[in-house]
């Protein structure tokens, strides 16, 4: 909206001639002109007088900059911040030039830019310090209560975050886990039979067994596993919106449908907070 308010008078020499012979700027008629109409055509002049007059001075109508990852650091967030307060002059010399912050206030020289980086990227939540994700199948071998079953899968995760679905006698489980999701997710992708890892074993036989000391006994089956924070997200969507009456750990249901659309408030920091930085 600031780039077409701005620069919203800057154009081509053909286009304005056209308009000006439509009779928005001069000639017979212009005069008569009032009300609303007078009041564009000057605004529309004084924009195009002030693009002009930053256009020939050698400013560009706009700077924009493309980056393939978003600032992930504080000194990648300082670096764009350089990038765009700085400019080559005819000598190819780089200096400061002014950027404004979301307020207006100028931000002229790099001082300023570091200052307004200290508030800028608090702006930003950390990242997680674990990104390690896997999701469970448990075959449950009989009727279970909404109450025993709960009780049991907190006790077979500890105290690791997670959400559950239950259809029927099978429950699925996207839990937070210590392990190293990557080598995980690589014996899944290339078939278990395939490698010798005994990894998924040992978690599947350690998950099954602590169901069973909890008085509900059930079959473990890692199905996925995931080791980056961007996967992590969209595999935790997928799950809310591919499984009906998703649940946290204490049984509370998880917000989906729209309201999950729409930005319902959950997401991998409200399931998991205990693993970010203070």
Known sequence: MVYGATLAGFRPEEEE???????GGGGRGAG????????????YQARAVAARAGYAAGAQPAVFKVMPNP??????????????????????EKHDIEIFDEDGQVLATGGARKAFLETFCETFEPPLE????????????????????SEALNKAFGAK??????????????????????????????GRENSRSKALDKIEARL??????????????????????????????K????????????????????????????????????????
Do not use: C
């Open 17 to 23: 001639e056209d308009w000006k012979r439509r009779g």
């Open 32 to 43: 008569r002109a009032s009300g609303p109409g007078r009041a564009a055509r000057v605004s």
């Open 71 to 92: 600032p992930s650091t504080k000194e990648a967030a300082a670096r764009l911040l350089n990038y765009i307060g700085k400019r080559e002059d005819e000598k190819g």
């Open 130 to 149: 674990n990104t390690n994700f896997i999701e469970v199948r448990f075959e449950l071998a009989g009727e279970v209560t909404g109450a025993a079953l």
């Open 161 to 190: 975050p997670f959400i559950y679905a239950q259809d029927g006698q099978a429950v699925e489980v996207y839990a937070h886990t210590d392990e190293r999701a990557g080598p995980l997710a690589r014996v899944l992708a290339g």
């Open 208 to 237: 099954s067994e602590a169901m069973g000391a909890a008085g509900v006994v059930a079959k473990a089956e890692v199905m996925a596993a995931v080791g980056r924070e961007p996967k992590a997200k969209y595999f935790l969507q």
């Open 239 to 278: 799950f809310i919106r591919t499984h009906s009456q998703v649940r946290f750990a204490n049984g509370e249901p998880v917000p989906g449908g729209e309201e999950f659309d729409q930005g319902g408030g959950f997401g991998l920091r409200t399931m998991a907070p205990a693993v970010f930085r203070a």
